[in-house]
C-alpha cells in the first residue's frame, strides 16, 4: 500500500474524486486537503512494473510523507505469513529511492521502491515493483524507477496511450443496451490489465484481490472454472 502521512498518521482528504479513462489506461480526479486542492492522474505503465502518479501544484517539499507499507494487512493476513516463515519486512534507504523489502522463506524477494520527484507542474511519484528468484529485487526495483525517471514522464504517458489505441483499435461492441455494452470495454479493460503474452495466468480475481486480506483459499490457483472464466469477458 502506498500512503500519504501527515504528522503520526495518514492524510485525511475532505474530499476525493476519481474517473478511469479506459481508452487511455489512466486514471485522473482531484483531492482536497485542508486548502489544498490537487488534480492528479495515474497510470501503470505498459511493458514495466511501474506506476507514475502525477500531483499538479504539490511541491515535495511541505507536502505529504510518503511511503509503501504493509501496515494495512489485517491480523489474520499477517498470522498466516508469518505461519508460513515470512520474515518482518525491511525499510531501506537506496539514495534518494526509498524501499521496502520482502524476503520470501525459501529464497527470492519482491521490493517496492518509490521517488517523489519535484517537477515544474508538481510532484510526479514514481513507485516500482519488483520480484526476484533472489535477495536483489530492491536493486531491481530502484533500476526501473531510475530508468523511467530518465526517459520521462510524458514520453512514457504518451506510449501508454499509444499502446490502448493499438489495443482497442483491433475489435468493438455496439449493442442497444447501453449498460452491458459499458460493462464489456470494462472488462475487456481489465483483460488487458491482468494478461501479457508468456505472462503468468490471472488468478481468480485477477489484480483486484480484497485489500489488506487473504482470500480464504489463500489466492492459490485452481484448475477448474475459474482459471477458464477469468478470460471470459
Given at each position: 500500500e502506498i500512503e500519504f502521512g501527515e504528522g503520526a498518521g495518514p492524510v485525511a482528504f475532505d474530499s476525493f474524486?476519481?474517473?478511469?479513462?479506459?481508452?487511455?489506461?489512466?486514471?485522473?480526479?482531484t483531492f482536497k486537503a485542508g486548502r489544498r486542492r490537487v488534480p492528479w492522474r495515474a497510470w501503470t505503465q505498459n511493458g514495466a512494473p511501474l506506476l507514475v502518479i502525477e500531483f499538479d501544484g504539490l511541491a515535495e517539499e511541505g507536502g505529504p510523507a510518503i511511503r509503501a507499507t504493509l501496515d494495512h494487512l489485517d491480523p489474520g493476513?499477517?498470522?498466516?505469513?508469518?505461519?508460513?516463515?515470512?520474515?518482518?519486512?525491511?525499510?531501506?534507504?537506496?539514495?534518494?529511492?526509498?524501499?521496502?523489502?520482502?524476503?520470501?522463506?525459501?529464497?527470492?524477494?519482491?521490493?517496492?521502491?518509490?521517488?517523489?520527484?519535484?517537477?515544474?507542474?508538481?510532484?510526479?511519484?514514481?513507485?516500482?515493483?519488483?520480484?526476484?528468484?533472489?535477495?536483489?529485487?530492491?536493486?531491481?526495483?530502484?533500476?526501473?524507477?531510475?530508468?523511467?525517471r530518465a526517459r520521462g514522464a510524458a514520453r512514457l504517458r504518451d506510449e501508454q496511450a499509444a499502446w490502448w489505441a493499438d489495443y482497442w483499435r483491433v475489435s468493438g461492441l455496439s449493442i442497444p443496451d447501453s449498460r452491458l455494452e459499458n460493462l464489456y470495454y470494462a472488462e475487456m479493460y481489465k483483460l488487458a490489465c491482468s494478461t501479457r503474452p508468456a505472462g503468468w495466468p490471472i488468478t481468480l480475481q485477477g489484480l483486484w484481490t480484497l485489500d489488506g486480506g487473504m482470500p480464504p483459499w489463500s489466492g492459490d490457483y485452481h484448475l477448474d472454472m475459474n482459471v477458464q472464466q477469468t478470460y471470459w469477458p
Open positions: 474524486t476519481a474517473r478511469l479513462k479506459l481508452h487511455q489506461g489512466i486514471a485522473e480526479g493476513a499477517r498470522r498466516l505469513l508469518s505461519d508460513w516463515g515470512y520474515p518482518p519486512s525491511e525499510m531501506k534507504d537506496a539514495g534518494p529511492e526509498k524501499v521496502l523489502l520482502q524476503r520470501f522463506p525459501q529464497g527470492g524477494s519482491y521490493a517496492v521502491a518509490w521517488h517523489p520527484e519535484s517537477v515544474s507542474r508538481g510532484l510526479t511519484l514514481w513507485v516500482a515493483l519488483a520480484v526476484s528468484e533472489g535477495a536483489d529485487a530492491d536493486t531491481k526495483a530502484v533500476e526501473v524507477v531510475r530508468r523511467s
